[in-house]
């Protein structure tokens, strides 16, 4: 099972991104269901939006828990994709819980439940990003549009070998650039380095981000090595 860790739980640094700014627009966040577990982070006036697909026939999905104070409710629509709005209203935290009952049977378990939490904060900065390793591998990383990824992981060309993308969804994680290799500061002759690929989420959905190293010449040769997270990205609605 993947760890479930938002953009800030990792040990690793986050990224300052030259450049960063305090947003000043508001903005709303639309996250669905693959965002379970996740973190969204929104200033006050933020509205949040939650899009959930239709759960185990015979519940419907209805609060389950907030606190008003920090993310006010503000509106719902029922259909084939139940949407539950929230404005944030103040600075603070509020785990938001969204829970299918069933209406026939009020004493019945929840047949799903979908939660978050929601961190509201006066300033935030924009591009965030989030620095990855070889430790993170196998995480689960919820992110917003906008964000920026860099991986970093060890490497050493002197053998022929290179880290590429083996899987990846364009249309939620786009690559820039190409990947670049740091030498060790003091490493002796042959010594291995770190190589770096750069992403910027630039839509929301999932991505299994796949990466492999192995020669590129040695095509139909397996990789000595895989790293892989998979990406729940908040979209940003126009």
Do not use: H
């Not at 490493?187 to 630039?202: D, I, N, S, W, Y």
């Amino acid at each position: 099972m993947r760890a479930r860790t938002g953009l800030g739980g990792l040990a690793v640094a986050l990224l300052v991104a030259g450049g960063s700014v305090a947003r000043a627009a508001i903005q709303t966040v639309v996250i669905g269901d693959l965002y379970d577990g996740g973190t969204v982070n929104l200033a006050p006036g933020d509205a949040l939006e939650v899009r959930l697909a239709a759960g185990p026939a015979g519940c419907a999905w209805k609060p389950a828990f907030d606190d008003p104070a920090v993310l006010k409710a503000d509106s719902g629509e029922v259909g084939p994709t139940t949407v539950f709005r929230y404005k944030a209203i103040s600075p603070g935290s509020s785990s938001v819980g969204l829970a299918c009952l069933n209406p026939a049977d009020p004493v019945a378990p929840a047949g799903a439940l979908f939660r978050v939490l929601v961190t509201v904060k006066d300033s935030i900065l924009v591009p965030r990003g989030l620095i990855l390793e070889q430790p993170d591998s196998g995480s689960d990383i919820f992110l917003v549009q906008g964000d920026l990824i860099q991986v970093r992981l060890p490497a050493n060309p002197s053998t022929g070998y290179s880290w590429a993308i083996a899987g990846n969804a364009p249309s939620v994680l786009r690559p820039i650039g190409e990947p670049k290799y740091d030498p060790p500061d003091k490493g002796k002759p042959g010594a291995g380095g770190t190589q770096t690929l750069e992403f910027r989420v630039v839509g929301g959905g999932g991505a299994f981000l796949d990466l492999v190293y192995k020669r590129p010449s040695e095509k139909d040769a397996a990789p000595a090595r895989r790293w892989g997270v998979f990406v729940a990205a908040a979209a940003i609605a126009p």
